[in-house]
């Protein structure tokens, strides 16, 4: 018969050294401290992305101010809450000129709509003079579509979208024969620009 082996156990036995207390407490330290460093990232960054968010938005959504001045029929300046103006061409209409026929009765009409008014505008980019091009609401009512509505414009074939509602607006004011289609041969404003 074989002697029975005295089995050991191979796992290391616990160290007798002693813990430093110091060293516990600073490792609490930094893990605390990385721990608020974390956090203010964290908040940091969710700042950051509300600025970009507002600064995104504001740039490319909308301008809400007052309308200060109307310049003609398809065309107001805004002053907004910093106190800056802004002028804007309203989107996919053409206006009479000032001294063209029916020029003076289209921006009066404009400026009985918006004039002193709060106004929201939806930001569509620059015109190639470096105007702003909005749709404006004034006090909520869409000034860009009943300036047509009202046979005070027209729908502007060079830029409006070839599908715009405003097309049928504009075919229902020629058939009223109401504001500029009261004449039996209105000359387009862009067409009399070409003229002068």
Known sequence: MRPIEQVTDSRPSPSNDSVNPETIGAS???LRRASLAVRWL???TV???LALFYVISA???ELVGRVVKIADG???TIL???KHQQRIRLADIDAPERHQAFGSRSR???ADLCFRKTATMEDLGLDRYGCTIGRIKCDGVNANKVQ???GMAWVYRRYAHPHSVLYGIESEARIRRVGLWADPHPVPPWEWRRMR
């Open 59 to 61: 740039s490319a959504g």
């Open 108 to 110: 009066q009409f404009l």
């Open 28 to 30: 609490e330290r930094n």
């Open 148 to 150: 047509v509505e009202r």
């Open 42 to 44: 964290a908040v940091a």
């Open 74 to 76: 398809d065309t107001l």
């Open 80 to 82: 907004d809450a910093g």
């Open 47 to 49: 700042a950051l992305a």
